[in-house]
């Protein structure tokens, strides 16, 4: 994701979801690929049924969610965290934690991709997520509600 | 499928059948109205190929890797025809006249299981490859006649080991592929309706033999779903597996005596085999 704090992010509609009590599975469009959501991505995956920024998102996750993204994270980026129990990470820490699970879906199904428990996987969020730019002091209106059209 | 000039269709044959023992396969002048693989020789090596659909093709260099990758190509032919739904890499055996399929990732002990539930005398229906299909009713399970498999080194077990040793037919270092009588083995396209689904998971650091826990609707569909391919694709394949599991019956399987998961199976949740 861009680095920028006021781009927004929303669901990409084209990408189908099948919920089965607390599981999510997502089916990228594109690629076919299946994607699963464990219970702190699939509370990001419905965050941004709205556009959001990054931000906006580590500053919704409860505390219980920080310290799992802190877990999940753990594997790979440990030594980024000075406290994965701590619930006051900062803000722009946090955003960097919630992105990376999200971007670390487990991946199933069709070309039979097999993972081992808790490797995580570098996906481009870009095919679940669409990316928005929010208009600058500058634009009209009109020309912002095109863009969260798309 | 078509043979070309060079191959022995009678030798081609009898390779498939090591493989797909129980396939009712023909050799005739007559060309069928469809056709779907095309088997020919170039530059010295089997060409296998897909005639008009998205099959691929595969080269080898012997009569054996050509049936090999022959049968791979000819299960692909008949998902393509849409005769089912998904094909699923699982096992499975029958017990009181339902499928129990056992699914999960390569040496999960999915093959094992079903031959060990077939040495205590119930019929082996399907290894490597299983057809789901739907419709009225609850889903049936198709094998689809391969071969039974067991890993080597042989699996320990007395019962075990009287099964495997008068029905191995093809032996590598790694795998040796079994012939099942009709009575040990149902035939090639018979199907069941889907009992159990069960999820096995070989732990040989267990500090006990074997134990079943019911399965979240959740855990049964992402292993169904990760074994499975299906013509509809993902996005149809999803929602279905999806349904299936919300409705069926799943275990976790969690083991490290393979003959003491067979027994639990049993005792448990199976009404006992029947032939």
């Known amino acids: 994701m861009a680095a920028d704090d006021e781009t927004l992010y929303v669901r990409n509609p084209a990408v189908t979801e099948t919920t089965l009590d607390n599981d999510v599975f997502l089916v990228e469009p594109g690629s076919g690929e299946v994607f699963y959501l464990n219970a702190v991505t699939s509370g990001l995956w419905t965050f941004f049924a709205t556009p959001s920024r990054e931000v906006d998102a580590a500053e919704a996750a409860p505390r219980q969610d920080v310290d799992e993204l802190g877990q999940l994270v753990q594997a790979g980026?440990?030594?980024?965290?000075?406290?994965?129990?701590?619930a006051r990470i900062a803000p722009g820490r946090l955003v960097h934690l919630a992105v990376v699970p999200l971007r670390g879906l487990r991946r199933l199904?069709?070309?039979?991709?097999?993972?081992?428990?808790?490797?995580?996987?570098v996906v481009e969020p870009v095919a679940l997520l669409l990316e928005q730019r929010r208009p600058g002091a500058g634009e009209p209106d009109h020309e912002r509600d095109k863009q969260q059209q798309r | 499928m078509r043979i070309?000039?060079?191959?022995?269709?009678?030798?081609?044959?009898?390779?498939?059948?090591?493989f797909l023992p129980r396939w009712p396969f023909r050799v005739s002048d007559t060309a069928p109205a469809v056709i779907d693989i095309d088997v020919t020789i170039e530059s010295g090596r089997f060409r296998i190929a897909a005639i008009n659909w998205d099959g691929g093709e595969s080269w080898a260099e012997d009569f054996h890797n050509a049936a090999n990758a022959l049968a791979g190509l000819l299960i692909d032919a008949i998902l393509a025809h849409r005769m089912a739904f998904c094909c699923l890499h699982a096992a499975a055996v029958e017990i009181a006249g339902r499928a129990y399929l056992f699914a999960?990732?390569?040496?999960?002990?999915?093959?094992?299981?079903?031959?060990?539930?077939?040495?205590r005398g119930c019929r082996h229906l399907a290894d490597d490859r299983i057809l789901l299909m739907s419709g009225?009713?609850?889903?049936?399970?198709?094998?689809?006649?391969?071969?039974?498999?067991?890993?080597?080194?042989?699996?320990?077990?007395p019962e075990l080991a009287a099964l495997l040793e008068a029905r191995w037919?093809?032996?590598?270092?790694?795998?040796?592929?079994?012939?099942?009588?009709?009575?040990?083995?149902?035939?090639?396209?018979?199907?069941?309706?889907?009992?159990?689904?069960?999820?096995?998971?070989?732990?040989?650091?267990?500090?006990?033999?074997?134990?079943?826990?019911?399965?979240t609707a959740g855990d049964v569909a992402r292993a169904l779903i990760e074994e499975a391919t299906s013509?509809?694709?993902?996005?149809?394949?999803?929602?279905?597996m999806s349904r299936l599991a919300d409705d069926g019956e799943g275990y976790i399987l969690r083991y490290r005596d393979g003959a003491a998961a067979a027994d639990l199976i049993l005792d448990h949740i199976g009404a006992g085999c029947t032939t």
């Open chain 1, 77 to 86: 980026l440990a030594e980024d965290i000075p406290d994965p129990g701590n």
């Open chain 2, 231 to 240: 013509p509809a694709g993902a996005a149809a394949l999803v929602p279905a």
């Open chain 2, 136 to 157: 009225d009713g609850p889903w049936r399970v198709s094998g689809l006649g391969l071969a039974a498999k067991a890993r080597q080194p042989l699996p320990p077990g």
């Open chain 2, 169 to 215: 037919y093809l032996t590598d270092d790694a795998i040796a592929y079994l012939h099942l009588s009709d009575d040990e083995a149902l035939g090639f396209g018979v199907e069941r309706p889907l009992g159990v689904v069960i999820l096995p998971r070989h732990n040989p650091a267990l500090t006990f033999n074997a134990r079943l826990e019911i399965a």
């Open chain 2, 4 to 18: 070309g000039p060079g191959v022995d269709p009678i030798e081609l044959r009898e390779a498939l059948l090591i």
């Open chain 2, 104 to 119: 999960g990732p390569s040496e999960a002990g999915k093959s094992t299981l079903a031959l060990r539930l077939a040495a």
């Open chain 1, 109 to 121: 199904g069709a070309h039979r991709a097999k993972l081992v428990d808790g490797e995580l996987l």
